[in-house]
């Protein structure tokens, strides 16, 4: 007979999703109210200003998405983007190609700007793309690249579309809480972001904001937004001001409470003090992992801390290793995307994951693994290289 289903306790160190704060695990056990209860929606209104802040932005129109990040990615382009549009799309991992699959079903043209994978996009190609197409009318890009662990230089990207009266639409998925990102004074024009990262909240919520000038580009559109669902004219009036709400969708009342007590840990922590943790680990799980000889897929100066991409040695079996590490460890590390697949892994800090604890058992399970299949160079001074960054 079929039971109810008790899932294992895992350490989520892959791309996402991340471990949940237990705390968060009860903000959403918590009773189902009316998602038009004046109480749920005073709860609403605290969700907009928390995700103000973790933006760091003044946008009126900040708002979680209630679906996962790809429909925060897919709310960008159809409600900015019509027929006939050009969009210049850089890519340097997977989900610049999903940018430009969302473009081209909006029946606008992309213009790609391709950089190799594993490195940050780079802004003098942006410039020079929009020299070229003097018609492109927005620029999208991915901050954090899940899939390599790349970080691109946000403000100098926006600064060079700008420049050209582009306006910018950035994936902010991954980076959102993790290392540093300021919606405001970096001037980013529309935003999207997902739940199941640094905010290490339960997948299946996508923030948003929108400055005043893509707002006014959505009012002033000559077409209706394809997408019913995702049409923000419509859910604005569900999310709006304090003005009477209108029924658009049952909003996903539980999950709003755990994106709520997820952004209230972030600012109870503080943000810079949030991103200031993700880069602490983030050196001492690099300092363990080089002892164990693996290598970084990107250069020092362009890599996140919350996404670490490493080649996996020669002669290594990837889905061995990391089948190893979930049935010994209950540990949870992420395979190649894309041309990576079977190349690197990619280890996770991400929000309540990030921690000294996890980092530990991540090196020494990695290197108790790799020594059981005999792998030549798993050095033993693993745990003293690895604290030695601890300061310890
Ligand atoms: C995870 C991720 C997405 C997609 O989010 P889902 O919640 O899986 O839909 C988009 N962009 C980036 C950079 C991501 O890491």
């Known amino acids: 007979m079929t039971a109810s289903f008790y899932p294992p306790q895992?350490?989520?160190?892959?791309?996402?999703?991340?471990?949940?704060?237990?705390?968060?695990?009860?903000?959403m056990a918590r009773p189902t109210i009316g998602h038009l209860d004046p109480l749920f929606v005073a709860m609403m209104d605290e969700v907009k200003q928390l995700l103000q802040y973790a933006f760091q932005t003044k946008n009126t129109l900040t708002i979680p998405v209630s679906a996962p990040g790809s429909a925060g990615m897919e709310t960008c382009f159809v409600n900015l983007i019509e027929a006939g549009d050009t969009v210049i799309v850089c890519q340097n991992g997977v989900f610049g190609l999903r940018m430009q699959e969302n473009v081209e079903r909006c029946g606008a043209k992309a213009v790609l700007v391709q950089d190799e994978w594993g490195r940050a996009c780079d802004p003098q190609k942006l410039e020079d793309a929009l020299k070229a197409n003097p018609d492109a009318r927005f620029v999208a890009f991915v901050h954090a690249e899940t899939s390599t662990g790349a970080s691109t230089d946000v403000k100098a990207m926006c600064e060079v579309a700008h420049r050209y009266d582009c306006l910018t639409i950035v994936d902010a998925v991954t980076s959102l809480g993790g290392s540093p990102l300021d919606v405001d004074d970096w001037d980013v024009d529309a935003v999207y972001s997902g739940t199941q990262k640094c905010l290490s909240c339960t997948p299946g919520l996508s923030p948003i904001s929108f400055n005043e000038v893509a707002l006014d580009v959505i009012k002033h559109r000559k077409t209706k937004v394809q997408s019913w669902f995702l049409d923000l004219n419509l859910v604005m009036a569900y999310w709006g001001e304090g003005a009477k709400r209108a029924y658009?969708?049952?909003?996903?009342?539980?999950?709003?409470?755990?994106?709520?007590?997820?952004?209230?840990?972030?600012?109870?922590?503080?943000?810079?003090?949030?991103w200031a943790r993700h880069q602490t680990h983030h050196q001492a799980l690099k300092a363990g992992l080089e002892s164990l000889g693996l290598n970084f897929v990107v250069p020092e100066s362009e890599r996140l801390p919350q996404l670490n991409a490493v080649r996996i040695p020669d002669g290594v079996n990837d889905a061995q290793v990391r089948a190893m590490l979930l049935q010994d460890y209950q540990l949870e590390i992420g395979a190649g995307?894309?041309?990576?697949?079977?190349?690197?892994?990619?280890?996770?800090?991400?929000?309540?994951?990030?921690?000294?604890?996890?980092?530990?058992?991540?090196?020494?399970?990695?290197?108790?693994?790799?020594g059981r299949l005999h792998i030549p160079f798993a050095h033993k001074d693993v745990m003293a290289a690895t604290l030695a960054a601890y300061g310890e």
Do not use: F
Not at 253 to 273: C, D, F, R, T, W
């Open 248 to 274: 658009h969708h049952t909003a996903p009342v539980n999950a709003l409470y755990a994106l709520h007590e997820s952004l209230l840990i972030l600012k109870e922590e503080g943000l810079e003090q949030a």
């Open 10 to 27: 895992r350490t989520l160190m892959g791309p996402g999703p991340s471990d949940v704060s237990p705390r968060v695990l009860s903000a």
């Open 337 to 370: 995307l894309g041309v990576m697949a079977g190349k690197v892994w990619r280890i996770g800090l991400m929000g309540y994951a990030c921690r000294k604890d996890n980092v530990l058992t991540c090196v020494l399970a990695l290197s108790e693994v790799l």
